[in-house]
């Protein structure tokens, strides 16, 4: 359960930033040979506009930077630089960018028991 609550909204943005970039995609008619670098880069944007907006910062949402399960997001990041929530929301950015398959394939390795 507190994968979900945690990741959850990052699991949305990242399927709103694919969906967005394909449709800027069908909208502009980009080139073929530029199309993967321009909806990539367009993605990674979107994610980092969508971190910073919404909060969705992963690092602090797995425990870096003070965030700890007795500590509220919101304490942990009134406690941050503002490099590290600049850090934080690029990082966020780039796994949001990189659409919802990373994403799944970490969230189902973190569920697996460590042996």
Do not use: C
Not at 24 to 35: G, I, S
Not at 71 to 81: R, Y
């Amino acid at each position: 359960m507190a994968l979900v609550v945690r990741f959850g909204l990052i699991f949305l943005a990242a399927a709103i930033v694919e969906q967005a970039a394909e449709f800027v995609d069908r909208l502009l008619a980009l080139a073929k040979n530029n199309k993967g670098v321009l909806l990539g880069g367009l993605s990674v944007l979107l994610g980092v506009i969508a971190a910073r907006v919404f909060d969705l910062y992963l690092l602090h949402n797995i425990g870096f930077f003070g965030a700890t399960p007795g500590v509220p997001l919101a304490e942990a990041l009134a406690g941050s630089s503002g490099l590290e929530r600049w850090g934080d929301a690029l990082l966020t950015g780039l796994v949001i960018g990189a659409g919802a398959k990373p994403l799944h394939d970490v969230a189902s390795r973190l569920r697996k028991p460590a042996k």
